[in-house]
């Protein structure tokens, strides 16, 4: 067995390790198709982590989702799961338009919350999530919205490469095959928050984020494609947009829930400016100019392969008149499946090359919930601005920000009107 192979089959099913007589114990909202990947998985090779119950909305549904995962308990409703005081913490891969609701639900209920992304359907929905009284309680839960991705030591050594003030140009893809895809899925579910963008777009929009460590001033456009059959007609199926981001950056995010049946991985290709290399050994009319391209392949699922290519070109310039003397070109590969071969201030972080992206995530959730230091996360202004991003370029592609609807208002426990009322009185303490 090669090594990727066995990589990747330990991946998939990790060794199972003795539990903690203080693990936290997760219940399931829903069992949902990517909970076992989620969570189920990666929480065999955790100490600290037991799955001790699921609720569906068909129990006969939790039942065999239960018997498959080997969960003990199986419960008639989401808020039995929320009622047990023996739950420390929830997993939420419910539809996009559920998030809200029941994120606040369990927070209220005192439980920790991973939470799927995108984390709710709409800015508006983020901020009041993310700045709830109980978050900023003493001994508060923990709500951490599961970009699983952005965890995996693959993206820090790839950001490792990149000067974001130097970045001019970003191309990001991500793309699903057609047949995995069909139109009547949750995915193209308008009043759950269906879409691309809420889908697979949010990885390429995380990711332009992450590489300019900023946020993006303007949508500049965003161009979508949909079925146009009258039920699916507000739910992109692919789109392709275009951000301008505060140091003039352009970047750009293109996703297909409807591709080639010829998978290809998701890509993220930054080219940064030229800057000057300080080199001694030139003469002192003479200086080195490096341009810089670095493609990180696989930026989704980087646990199951990925690529870090960079390429520097160099010009040497006659600094009196600036012609070129000298031109090179110097490539270099790189991977990075644990933090030890990320390096850096990472370097000495715990992980196996066979860690999913999330068991890296799921490692630092167990050590914010047990108060130990997290050396990254993902934290609540982050997520906010995430759904901002989502909705300026729904605004933008003419299909509109995606709905908060009256069940989620109604579901959070408290009235439309006085969620209105409460925000608006405490506008100046939810901005930032």
């Known amino acids: 067995m090669t090594s990727s192979i066995r990589r990747v089959f330990t991946a998939f099913a990790p060794p199972a390790v003795e539990k903690k007589s203080d693990a936290l114990r997760f219940g399931i909202l829903g069992a949902a198709k990517i909970a076992p990947l989620a969570l189920v998985t990666p929480a065999k090779s955790h100490p600290e982590v037991i799955i001790q119950a699921v609720a569906a909305r068909d129990l006969t549904r939790a039942e065999e989702f239960a018997k498959k995962h080997g969960i003990p308990d199986v419960r008639g409703s989401y808020e039995e799961i929320l009622d047990d005081p023996n739950i420390d913490a929830v997993l939420i891969p419910l539809p996009n338009g ?7 639900r369990a927070i209220r209920a005192g439980k920790h919350v991973l939470l799927e992304k995108p984390s709710t359907s709409n800015a508006f929905e983020a901020n009041i999530l993310f700045n709830l009284s109980e978050l900023s309680q003493p001994n508060a839960p923990v709500l951490l919205e599961a970009f699983h991705n952005r965890f995996h030591p693959s993206v820090h050594k790839f950001r490792s490469f990149i000067d974001p003030a130097d970045v001019v140009h970003v191309h990001t893809d991500s793309m699903v095959p057609w047949v995995l895809t069909a139109k009547d899925n949750i995915e193209f579910n308008y009043a759950l928050s269906g879409g691309s963008m809420m889908n697979l777009g949010t990885y390429n929009f995380a990711i332009l984020r992450m590489i300019f460590n ?48 010829f998978w290809k991985p998701s890509e993220a290709r930054v080219t940064m400016r030229e ?48 012609s070129p003397v000298k031109r090179w070109v110097e490539s270099t590969s790189h991977k990075a499946y644990t933090y030890q071969e990320a390096g850096g201030e990472f370097g000495d972080l715990p992980g196996e090359d066979w860690w999913m992206s999330y068991r890296y995530q799921l490692e630092e959730f167990v050590n914010r919930v047990k108060g130990r230091p997290t050396q990254y996360w993902v934290e609540g202004q982050d997520s906010w601005n995430q759904m901002k991003m989502i909705d300026m370029a729904y605004e933008k592609s003419g299909l509109g920000v995606r709905p908060t609807t009256d069940n989620e208002w109604s579901g959070a426990g408290i009235g439309r009107f006085e969620w209105v009322r409460n925000t608006i009185s405490n506008l100046s303490t939810l901005a930032r």
Request: hydrophobic share 40%.
């Open 275 to 322: 800057v000057v290399v300080p080199d001694k050994s030139l003469p002192e009319d003479q200086e080195k100019v490096r341009s810089r391209q670095i493609t990180l392949h696989g930026f989704i699922h980087a646990f199951i392969w990925h690529r870090i290519d960079v390429k520097d070109t160099f010009v040497i310039l006659d600094t009196v008149d600036g």
């Open 214 to 261: 900023a946020d993006p001033v303007e949508c500049l456009s965003c161009d979508t494609s949909i079925f146009g059959d009258g039920i699916h007609d507000k739910c992109d199926y692919d789109f392709k947009a275009q951000f301008r981001f505060p140091n003039g950056g352009i970047a750009e995010a293109t996703t297909t829930l409807r591709g080639s049946i």
């Open 98 to 104: 559920l998030h809200f609701e029941w994120a606040i």
